[in-house]
């Protein structure tokens, strides 16, 4: 029987690693793992109950026992917050800040990190966030990590929002961006950084098939290498 892999795909926001790693999980038939997205139902957890992303001891609190389900709908991943669909409600700048906040704090990382490795148990799946490739599937297959200047970063997020009809301001993107990379390189837990044995991408002036493409040879190598 075939092997199924397991294929990290890291990186900052906007580098496109979201609409890539769901089109490339897609085509090969394999899960698709948002880890940003369970970062982001912590926040908004969080945020309902009006629970400050200072207050270390009280978000400890909430990720004791914490049960955030997630599936894969069509090829697009989901995640439920008492019993309610919360993946398009935090899909927004604002709670993407606040994810990268209450990401940096260790009782947060440990309970999002046996849901994570649970999705990948049997291979066959694309898992994209921060920090796949260096802590929670540290022996994954194949380990890509995609990046882009910050303008270009700035500018995808931007058209995508704005397509979304929300409207936004390019400088205030572009801002929001660099703090979030800030905070996500610079935290002592698990911080966003190539793992080192990654294949790094750099997707400026590269259109979505194009980094595809890329991909797709390294996974279909990595394939034929394994004797599938
Ligand atoms: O990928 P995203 O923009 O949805 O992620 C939101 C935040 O969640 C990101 O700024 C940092 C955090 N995150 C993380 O720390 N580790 C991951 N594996 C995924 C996301």
Redesign the pocket.
């Known amino acids: 029987m075939e092997k199924r892999l397991i294929i990290t795909v890291?990186g900052p926001?906007g580098s496109g690693?979201?609409t890539v790693s769901r089109i490339l999980a897609e085509r090969i038939s394999y899960i698709y793992l948002?880890?940003?997205?369970?970062?982001?139902a912590v926040?908004y957890k969080a945020m309902q109950r009006g629970i400050s992303i200072e207050d270390d001891e009280a978000l400890r609190k909430l990720c004791d026992g914490i049960d955030i389900p997630f599936e894969t709908d069509n090829g697009n991943m989901k995640v439920l917050i008492d019993g309610e669909d919360v993946s398009g409600r935090v899909?927004t700048e604002e709670?993407?800040?606040l994810?990268?906040s209450?990401?940096?704090v260790s009782a947060v990382?440990d309970a999002?990190l046996l849901p994570?490795r649970s999705a990948g148990r049997y291979g066959g799946i694309v898992a994209?966030?921060?920090?796949?490739g260096t802590v929670?599937f540290p022996g994954a297959d194949i380990k890509f990590f995609l990046d882009a200047d910050a303008d270009e970063r700035a500018k995808r997020r931007y058209a995508q929002l704005m397509e979304n009809g929300i409207n936004v301001d390019l400088g205030e993107i572009k801002k929001g961006l660099e703090a979030?990379d800030y905070?996500?390189t610079q935290?002592e837990i698990?911080p966003?950084k190539p793992a080192g044995d990654s294949v790094i991408i750099n997707t400026t002036g590269i259109d979505v098939e194009g980094v595809i493409e890329k991909m797709t040879i390294i996974v279909e190598k990595h394939t034929r290498l394994a004797g599938n």
Do not use: F, H
């Open positions: 890291d926001a690693k979201s948002d880890t940003g997205l369970l970062y982001r926040a899909r709670i993407g800040m994810a990268s209450v990401s940096a990382r999002l994570q994209e966030g921060r920090d796949m929670v979030r905070q996500d935290r698990a966003l």
